[in-house]
């Protein structure tokens, strides 16, 4: 320590001061604010009083009795009080306490009642831990303690100040009652082992607490309860939260000083030699925790069982370690020491003082409080901090027209790693003037994306948000990863309609494209006939002829059965009549290159020039010279040349894709990028890649699609088992909870029996009933009811409960926590474990359900 500052424990409202103490100076100086204010920045103060050319002293403490004493802990071993008194600087110190044999004083102490601790470096032939009457007359200690026993650090508690603690042998920490008679020189006291002995802090407001650190480059902290403190050697030592390491450690770290706040109840302050100064927030839990309980999750790594309940529920880092803190700073301006002003700037504020090397002295302010937000069960955000405030806004979903997949997008990018998009919707809600500004403002706006994802999952249900697909394209237009989605959906769905994906006894039904070429359709005992052992193989073969597609034309295969039935799950059109439909469609809805991408990739490239030829003369299209490229069978050089800066221009990534296949004429070079959405890529690989080639591509991106939570994915992995490891990844990232819950419903359970989908869907449930959706709540449990029949109509559902039961008037959660089973149970005896066991006492304890 070279030195520190210390707010003055008699400061008052009017009067407010600091002590500056320079050990490398030899030096202190009170000073006083300025202004009566502590704003940021650096501190605005004046000198009161000074003591310059003191004797050399490594510790020092301030008297909580009377303002202007200051303890000295001279290198010598003496003990030295000096007076700081406005009227008079004296240089000399006015009483000195001194020690038989000369070592060094470690850590010096007051307590309330004036005594005074001195701890020393270790003697054998004196004790290192002498108490002074500091207001008496004699010099000699009242009490003499560890003989021959190094004495690191010292402190008394403030609230009883015949108890003190010190660590001792650098190996203990030991408490003593000053009270006590037997306790001399011999030893006695309560003592537990530790390394950390350096620079004890007490918390004030909690006196059971205090916490003490190591040494030096060791930047460990440990906090007590002297509760738990006992003579015994017990593996409860007393030492409640250990922090090892409490700071950063990228470079040789030690702990320099540690200081409890005083107006917040568990906040400890560490600063350390890099100029690094981090807040940690503790808290004690009304109850401890619940200890051998089959509900307490396993700890793979072992270890024992967390027994206290203390925790820590905040850390902050006030200040960087110089190291750290960026090129512009300088060592003059780190943190040498600091002190928490003792009284609170603001509600929700507390200063704190910083020294910087050049003895100057800057404010920061830090939080008194968290700011806790939760969203309620109606998607009001409640905030507390000042105070409690509770903000609805008003609800609102996207109405946007509707856009191609990709069509956001405006740069080239590898197809590897597409992320999930979030999709911010207009506010279409109709408000008057105020409201709107209100809204329109920056925290508004910050709120209602907040609540976006709630909001609009509650009115996706009021909107008939269910197992219409195509109603389900309008809901969520804007979203082009949902539009793929439920178009996917449905084209499985009309694929499966009328049980025309069964063949030989075996369902097909919702199987993507990876399961269809690796002839994996999933578990198979609920899709094949008990009476049936058709393979999968000979089912899709089957299939191509009962739904007569046409014959594979594309690269040489050995599986062309296959390569058509999945590019029927893309969406493939066999027939002319069929692909004009459908690019008339596309240009319909503003999707011009789109369409003629289309044309194209089915090799009908007179469709594509005629399209091209009705868009330009209708003006719909500038007229770029694509025409006379898409009719040139080969291209020049300058024309390739042409193609790659039209490429670069446009933002349009059909048109992109487009020009890319004229530049090289092969589509695999489209399939590298990201233009074409995941249909049209899988598309061009089942035509022009070979067998092993296509295995790799599916097997790509079907591993893709599921790390990354790609809804589009479903085409490769259908709605199958794969999904539902899709889907919680797609959850986890959009917190989408709905969409995910009725994708998977047409599968689950009548294909894929997975627990997860019942714990979405009972949350959904819940969500429902919250929202105080019952119709659109009854409306989902019919119709999936309906789903969840197997081929000879047997349901696969449990019968749902009581429809009469009591609701809590707010959340709308069944009050009734207790099943029959279990209240059968209570009734004969029986004793009830976890967290069931207490619910008849928590809805007693809350009079508003």
Same mark, same amino acid.
Request: aromatic share 8%; with cysteine.
């Given at each position: 320590m070279e030195a520190a500052v210390r707010w003055s424990p008699h400061s008052t409202d009017v009067r407010r001061r600091f002590l500056l103490v320079d050990v490398a100076d030899s030096s202190l100086t009170l000073n006083e604010i300025d202004h009566n204010a502590l704003g940021k920045g650096q501190l605005g103060s004046h000198t009161v009083a000074s003591c310059k050319k003191l004797p050399s002293f490594g510790a020092f403490a301030w008297s909580p009795v009377h303002e202007h004493v200051v303890a000295l802990g001279l290198v010598s071993g003496n003990a030295s009080l000096v007076n700081l008194s406005e009227s008079e600087h004296a240089a000399e110190p006015a009483v000195t306490f001194k020690t038989k044999q000369q070592r060094r004083c470690n850590s010096v102490a007051f307590n309330t009642q004036n005594w005074l601790a001195v701890a020393l470096d270790k003697t054998r032939s004196d004790v290192c831990l002498n108490i002074y009457d500091a207001g008496g007359e004699s010099q000699e200690p009242v009490r003499r303690l560890c003989a021959a026993e190094l004495v690191s650090s010292v402190r008394f508690f403030p609230g009883q100040p015949q108890e003190l603690v010190a660590t001792t042998q650098r190996s203990f920490i030991r408490l003593y009652d000053l009270r006590d008679a037997s306790i001399g020189s011999g030893g006695g006291g309560l003592q537990a082992p530790t390394r950390n002995v350096n620079n004890i802090s007490i918390d004030p407001l909690d006196e059971n607490y205090f916490a003490s650190a190591g040494s030096s480059g060791d930047p460990s902290v440990t906090v007590w309860d002297k509760r738990w403190i006992s003579p015994s050697s017990s593996n409860s030592n007393g030492a409640v939260l250990n922090f090892s390491p409490a700071v950063n450690v990228s470079a040789t770290t030690t702990i320099w000083s540690l200081r409890y706040s005083g107006q917040r109840r568990g906040r400890l302050a560490i600063c350390a030699n890099t100029g690094e100064i981090r807040v940690i927030d503790m808290l004690e839990s009304k109850t401890l925790p619940v200890h051998n309980s089959e509900y307490l999750p396993m700890n793979p790594y072992g270890g024992s069982p967390w027994h206290a309940n203390r925790y820590v529920s905040r850390v902050r880092d006030v200040q960087r370690p110089w190291h750290q803190a960026g090129e512009d700073s300088k060592d003059s301006s780190r943190a040498i020491a600091f002190d928490w002003a003792g009284e609170e700037i603001s509600k929700s504020e507390q200063a704190m003082l910083i020294l910087q090397p050049s003895r100057k002295v800057e404010v920061v302010h830090v939080p008194l409080a968290d700011t806790h937000a939760e969203v309620t069960s109606r998607q009001e955000l409640g905030t507390l901090r000042e105070e409690i405030r509770v903000t609805e806004p008003r609800s609102y979903i996207a109405s946007a027209k509707p856009m191609a997949p990709y069509e956001q997008q405006n740069r080239a990018s590898t197809a590897e790693d597409p992320e999930i998009i979030d999709h911010e919707p207009e506010d279409n809600s109709l408000d008057d003037g105020d409201e709107i500004a209100r809204r329109r403002s920056r925290d508004a706006s910050y709120v209602g994306k907040l609540l976006a994802p709630a909001t609009m999952s509650r009115e996706r249900c009021r909107l008939g948000y269910l197992f219409d697909c195509h109603k389900n394209i309008g809901i969520v237009a804007g979203n082009?990863?949902? =539009? %793929?989605?439920?178009?996917?959906?449905? &084209?499985? $769905?009309?694929?499966? #309609?009328?049980?025309?994906? /069964?063949?030989?006894?075996?369902?097909?039904?919702?199987?993507?494209?990876?399961?269809?070429?690796?002839?994996?359709?999933?578990?198979? =005992? %609920?899709?094949?006939?008990?009476?049936? &052992?058709? $393979?999968?193989?000979? #089912?899709?073969?089957?299939? /191509?002829?009962?739904?007569?597609?046409?014959?594979?034309?594309?690269?040489?295969?050995?599986?062309?059965?296959?390569?058509?039935?999945?590019?029927?799950?893309?969406?493939?059109?066999?027939?002319?009549?069929?692909?004009? #439909?459908?690019?008339?469609?596309?240009?319909?809805?503003?999707?011009?290159?789109?369409?003629?991408?289309?044309?194209v990739l089915h090799d009908y490239k007179h469709i594509a020039l005629n399209m091209l030829r009705t868009l330009i003369r209708s003006k719909t299209v500038p007229n770029i010279g694509l025409g006379a490229l898409l009719a040139s069978d080969k291209i020049n050089e300058e024309q390739r040349e042409m193609c790659l800066w039209m490429a670069a221009d446009t933002e349009d990534p059909a048109l992109k894709a487009l020009l890319t296949f004229l530049t090289t004429g092969d589509w695999r070079d489209v399939m590298k990028t990201n233009y074409l959405h995941l249909g049209y890529r899988v598309a061009l690989a089942l035509r022009y890649l070979n067998d092993t080639e296509l295995s790799g591509f599916l097997q790509t991106e079907t591993a893709r699609a599921v790390r990354n939570g790609d809804p589009e994915g479903t085409l490769l992995t259908g709605l199958g088992e794969e999904a539902m490891d899709l889907f919680q990844t797609y959850i986890a990232k959009t917190n989408d909870l709905q969409t995910a819950v009725l994708a998977t419903a047409f599968t689950n359970p009548r294909y894929v029996d997975d627990l997860r989908f019942?714990?979405?869907?009972?949350?959904?449930?819940?969500?429902?009933?919250?929202?105080?959706?019952?119709?659109?709540?009854?409306?989902?449990?019919?119709?999936?009811?309906?789903?969840?029949?197997?081929?000879?109509?047997?349901?696969?559902?449990?019968?749902?409960?009581?429809?009469?039961?009591?609701?809590?008037?707010?959340?709308?959660?069944?009050?009734?926590?207790?099943?029959?089973?279990?209240s059968q149970a209570t009734a004969n005896g029986t004793k009830q474990h976890g967290p069931l066991a207490h619910a008849g006492t928590q809805e007693n304890n809350h009079p508003s359900d």
């Open positions: 082009w990863q949902l =539009e %793929r989605l439920w178009e996917i959906v449905n &084209r499985f $769905k009309e694929q499966a #309609a009328d049980k025309a994906m /069964i063949h030989g006894g075996v369902d097909l039904s919702y199987v993507g494209v990876s399961g269809l070429w690796s002839e994996v359709a999933g578990n198979m =005992e %609920r899709r094949r006939s008990p009476s049936r &052992r058709t $393979k999968v193989s000979d #089912a899709i073969i089957g299939l /191509i002829s009962d739904r007569d597609i046409p014959p594979f034309e594309g690269e040489r295969t050995n599986f062309p059965e296959h390569r058509q039935l999945c590019l029927a799950a893309c969406g493939w059109k066999f027939t002319v009549d069929t692909l004009e #439909a459908e690019c008339q469609e596309l240009i319909d809805r503003g999707l011009y290159y789109t369409a003629i991408v289309q044309a019942d714990m979405w869907k009972e949350v959904y449930l819940e969500q429902m009933q919250a929202w105080r959706a019952f119709s659109e709540r009854t409306k989902f449990t019919v119709q999936h009811a309906h789903k969840a029949r197997t081929a000879d109509g047997k349901t696969l559902l449990e019968p749902p409960p009581a429809p009469v039961t009591l609701k809590c008037n707010h959340c709308q959660g069944a009050l009734a926590r207790r099943t029959p089973a279990t």
